[in-house]
């Protein structure tokens, strides 16, 4: 084990950590990582910092690196194979141009607000989420295959814009409690884009789901909008709103959907 105390600013570069080995950092006002592994439960733990920045290095094999105060950017970066990038602290975190693969994870555990995940993957198993009561934090231009998880639970004026989800992988929102978007997102080859269980008003614009591939809004209290949208190829659309408006809605080809309490006899579709 390494330990590191009170260092204004450090550098590690080009390094590797294995074997359950440990670098600890606590109280350097700014730590770059830049080429590093953390592989076969190697960790990096920091604790009393004020910024980390991580970027072109590789997490796997049950190895992690964890920071508990400041905040993280991890840009370039890869999360596999059980590893895992965390941070627990209540900083501006982001994560863009990374990648989680086979059950590894990137999350952010803490009540955060501006957090950031851009261009960022997540596949085989593995979740990309912000999980503390957040706010105005946006995932923009990400995919998630291969039953991979990107999602924000508890958030507020949450954004989600320009994902992709396919092959069961899932872009969602969960116990939202204040207003929060879903733009120009796109679910294929049985994907999911949805939200769950949101105390707070919905809106989904311009949503594409096709090849049995799911688009869900349930459980919402409030009045929700769903608009602009397209559905096709065995398609399911599931909205079970209190109220709110759909509009410009288009759908073809065989579909399923939910009508609450249907009255006897035919009854008419809203889109």
């Known amino acids: ?48 910092g004020a910024r980390i920045d991580m970027s072109y290095s590789r997490v796997s094999e ?31 975190n982001r994560a863009d141009r990374s990648t989680a693969s086979n059950q590894a994870n990137i999350r952010f555990d803490n009540t955060v607000t501006g957090c950031r995940v851009y261009y ?15 706010t105005n934090c946006y995932i923009y231009y990400c995919t998630a295959n291969s039953l991979g998880q990107i999602y924000i639970q508890n958030g507020v004026n949450a954004r989600c814009y ?8 899932y872009v969602r929102s969960i116990n939202a409690s204040a207003t929060h978007y879903f733009y ?19 809106r989904q614009y311009a949503i594409h789901s096709s090849s049995q591939s799911i688009c869900r809004v349930q ?12 559905f096709t190829a065995y398609y399911y ?21 939910t009508v609450t309490n249907p009255p006897n006899g035919t009854f008419v579709q809203n889109f």
């Open 120 to 134: 960022t993957t997540s596949t085989d198993g593995s979740s990309i989420y912000l999980n503390g009561t957040s």
């Open 162 to 169: 320009y994902n992709n989800a396919n092959s069961r992988g």
């Open 219 to 230: 459980n919402t209290t409030v009045n929700s909008n769903l608009y602009y949208s397209s």
């Open 184 to 202: 120009y997102c796109n679910a294929s080859a049985s994907g999911y884009v949805e939200q769950l269980n949101n105390t707070a008003q919905v």
């Open 62 to 92: 049950q190895g992690y690196f964890q920071a508990t105060q400041g905040f993280l950017t991890a840009n370039y970066s890869s999360a596999e194979n059980l590893g895992y990038i965390r941070n627990t602290s209540t900083g501006t």
């Open 237 to 257: 659309i599931f909205a079970t709103l209190t109220g709110g408006t759909r509009s410009g809605l288009h759908g073809y080809g065989r579909r399923s959907y």
């Open 1 to 48: 084990m390494s330990a590191c105390q009170n260092v204004p600013s450090l550098t590690i570069t080009d390094s590797r950590v294995g074997g359950y080995s440990t670098i600890s950092i606590n109280g350097a006002d700014r730590l770059y990582m830049l080429r590093c592994e953390m592989h076969t439960a190697g960790r990096i733990l920091i604790s009393a």
